[in-house]
């Protein structure tokens, strides 16, 4: 992941790159046309003082013929000539080694071609200018223009890890602030103040959505302390009355099958809102008291408290705890954890079956003999049965996740060998 201030600065530090290369040839193309111009310039004014002079000397054959010799011999690449005719000026731009600038390279030359009459005999003159140092020049100018790029490249750099710092500084802020908030406090978070209108946007939203967090927060908490009381009381009441229906005088048997099944249905539906106030009470972190809890304990109390379900099904219970499992969490939700894993695995054993608790210093596994693996995918859901027919409320497992949830601890299902096998890890890490 990048950060965002990043991302702009190298679709800036690119632009520029780009304009960087763009203007080298741009400069070279530029300053040459600019420097051919101005030689251009210098010859023709060079050339139009030779003309006049040579002129001057039309009326003195000796010194006209005299003054064109020193010409050509100061100029051997370039001369005075007689010529037939006259005809229009031109340039050119030749490359040739020059015989007086001893470089074993080719030099550049910059030309002109003009012609003019002297006593009475039309002449063609060439006026040349070595232009090599345009090269120089533009390669002087790329080099300051590279050294101030990178001035400017070092520049941004700077002001972006310097401005970025500063202006980030409340947006940092208010995520360590989010991130350290708890809803369980019911308040608002002191968010930083700053001038920024995009920050202040955010923490106006900011504002607005805890603010409904916490009005949710407080109306699902009330829910949760009202419910079991305003349900179970009817509840029992319905309860209570049908067991005094039950015990009185002339009941039918058929009457007395249909009491019973109401009132096994009654005890159903009173467990499953326990669960369910249950679940709420855990999503809503109400179980905020921690200690450290023995986990070969509890299983050993819960077994023993279960015997008489292990018995009425005839299942061969094995303890495996070579060693001491210790954890840190809610000592009821760390029970009530263990005793649905149990629970769900003597429901779905079958008569005469085998179960098996392996408990190691980091984990939990709770296995029970089956026939076919279970459906993965609805295990953990509420209301969702583990097997076709079953006298559970489909929350049990439901319950063990969110609990695992709450306390970032891991639970998998496997089958191997003919046992369903419900493993939780306590240190995070799974252990074969």
Not at 343 to 357: F, K, L, T, V, W
């Amino acid at each position: 992941m990048k950060k965002l201030l990043d991302r702009n600065l190298k679709a800036y530090l690119l632009y520029a790159l780009v304009v960087f290369l763009a203007s080298v040839p741009a400069y070279f193309l530029i300053i040459d046309f600019i420097w051919r111009t101005e030689l251009h310039e210098h010859n023709e004014i060079v050339a139009l003082r030779a003309k006049e002079h040579f002129q001057r000397l039309s009326g003195d054959t000796a010194a006209l013929s005299a003054s064109i010799d020193a010409w050509n011999r100061i100029q051997p690449e370039a001369g005075i000539v007689p010529v037939s005719a006259m005809d229009e000026d031109s340039v050119y731009t030749v490359y040739r080694y020059s015989s007086l600038s001893g470089h074993e390279e080719l030099d550049r030359f910059h030309g002109l071609i003009s012609y003019f009459t002297a006593g009475g005999q039309a002449y063609k003159m060439t006026v040349e200018t070595n232009i090599e140092e345009s090269y120089e020049t533009i390669a002087a100018i790329t080099a300051v223009t590279a050294l101030f790029f990178l001035l400017l490249l070092g520049g941004f750099l700077l002001l972006n890890k310097k401005l970025s710092k500063r202006l980030w500084a409340p947006f940092h802020e208010t995520v360590g602030k989010l991130e350290a908030y708890d809803l369980k406090s019911q308040s608002q978070i002191p968010l930083p103040q700053t001038d920024i209108i995009e920050f202040e946007s955010l923490h106006a939203g900011i504002r607005k959505l805890i603010a409904g967090n916490i009005a949710a927060y407080r109306e699902q908490k009330e829910f949760t302390e009202n419910a079991s009381h305003e349900l179970q009381t009817p509840l029992a009441i319905v309860q209570s009355k049908l067991d005094l229906f039950l015990q009185t005088e002339g009941l039918t048997e058929e009457q007395s099958g249909i009491i019973e099944a109401a009132n096994h249905s009654l005890s159903r539906v009173s467990r499953i809102n326990r669960n369910l106030v249950l679940l709420a009470k855990i999503e809503n972190g109400q179980f905020a008291s921690e200690e450290t809890v023995e986990i070969t304990a509890i299983v050993k109390e819960l077994t023993g408290d279960m015997e008489d379900f292990l018995t009425e099904k005839n299942i061969r219970l094995e303890l495996d705890a070579p060693g001491t499992c210790l954890v840190t969490g809610n000592a009821a939700l760390v029970e009530i954890l263990l005793t649905n894993l149990l629970m769900n695995a003597i429901r779905h054993s079958p008569d005469g079956g085998e179960m098996r608790a392996v408990i190691k210093k980091g984990s939990v596994s709770i296995a029970n003999s089956g026939a076919s693996p279970l459906p993965e995918d609805k295990l953990f859901k509420r209301f969702s049965s583990a097997a076709a027919h079953t006298t559970g409320t489909g929350l049990g497992l439901a319950i063990v996740r969110q609990i695992c949830q709450l306390y970032g601890w891991q639970v998998s299902y496997g089958f191997r060998d003919g046992m369903h096998q419900f493993t939780v890890w306590f240190t995070g890490g799974k252990e074969e």
